[in-house]
């Protein structure tokens, strides 16, 4: 990304303020670039505010239980080289946030709050925080009382239902698998990329897939201000539910 190559000193720490600001402080404060933090503009102030929670998040939650361990280190090396395929710089940089975060005394709903407020609570990026808790959260095989309830919280503050999809609309949720079984892995995972069931209606996956489409449009992404690692995940998202639905329509013949 570069991004943070225009980093001075503190400056951003204090141009970004609270929280934000006290762990850019911390954990890249003494990073030297060519430009003066005064030069960044609007939207790369929110790009670094962007990391920032993200990663300050997943500390949290991986501390919820007392202890952060190599298993759910690991996992967020994973969400940064497989998920958001970061560079080496940005991805330096995010683990420093990350361990200054480990220590930091703000509340974690601080850091979900402010993240839904830069991301305008889209729905599909914000449940990519989540996710990504849960996976930090089952690194080491167990999910605590406090991961738990962090992620819980996470869900109410970013106005996310508590199931990204339903599996049952007019049948219960045993049916729903009972079906499943006898459909192919493939069509099932299509199924809930579309965030849609088998019983559902054709108008209705339909509709799905291009509400879908909408929110992880790259136009719509990039409007946002997100980092354009975020915009490269997106571009891969557009690409899964194209093949979801394709794969869906197939197995209709529609």
């Known amino acids: 990304m570069g991004l943070f190559s225009t980093l001075l000193g503190g400056g951003v720490g204090a141009m970004l303020g609270g929280p934000l600001g006290a762990i850019i402080g911390a ?13 960044l503009k609007s939207g790369e102030k929110g790009q670094i505010a962007f990391f920032t929670c993200f990663f300050s998040v997943l500390a949290k939650i991986a501390k ?5 361990s ?15 395929k970061l560079d080496a710089e940005t991805a330096n940089v995010t683990m420093k946030i990350f ?13 979900i709050t402010q993240f839904g407020v830069i991301v305008k609570y889209n729905r599909e990026v914000c449940q990519v925080l989540v996710s990504s808790m849960m996976d930090v959260s089952l690194a080491d095989g167990r999910l605590s009382p406090g991961e738990e309830a962090i992620i819980n919280s996470a869900k109410r503050i970013l106005r996310l239902e508590e199931d990204s999809y339903s599996y049952s609309r007019s049948e219960s949720q045993s049916n729903y698998h009972q079906r499943s079984n006898t459909i192919s892995p493939k069509l099932q995972e299509a199924y809930k990329v579309l965030e849609s069931t088998p019983d559902m209606e ?3 996956i339909k509709k799905n897939y291009r509400t879908k489409v909408a929110k992880f449009h ?6 946002k201000g997100l980092p354009e690692e975020f915009m490269e995940f997106a571009n891969n998202e557009m690409v899964k539910i194209n093949e979801a639905y394709e794969t869906v329509k197939s197995s209709r013949a529609i």
């Not at 919820?64 to 952060?68: K, L, P």
């Not at 690991?74 to 969400?79: K, L, S």
């Not at 790259?218 to 409007?223: A, C, E, F, L, N």
């Open 202 to 204: 054709d108008s209705e």
């Open 218 to 223: 790259p136009d719509k992404i990039h409007s």
């Open 64 to 68: 919820a239980d007392g202890r952060v």
């Open 70 to 84: 190599e298993e759910e280190i690991d996992a967020v090396r994973d969400i940064i080289q497989r998920r958001l």
């Open 99 to 111: 361990n200054a975060a480990i220590e930091d005394a703000t509340d974690v709903n601080d850091y």
């Open 27 to 39: 954990s890249i404060g003494g990073m030297l670039g060519g430009n003066k933090a005064s030069d």
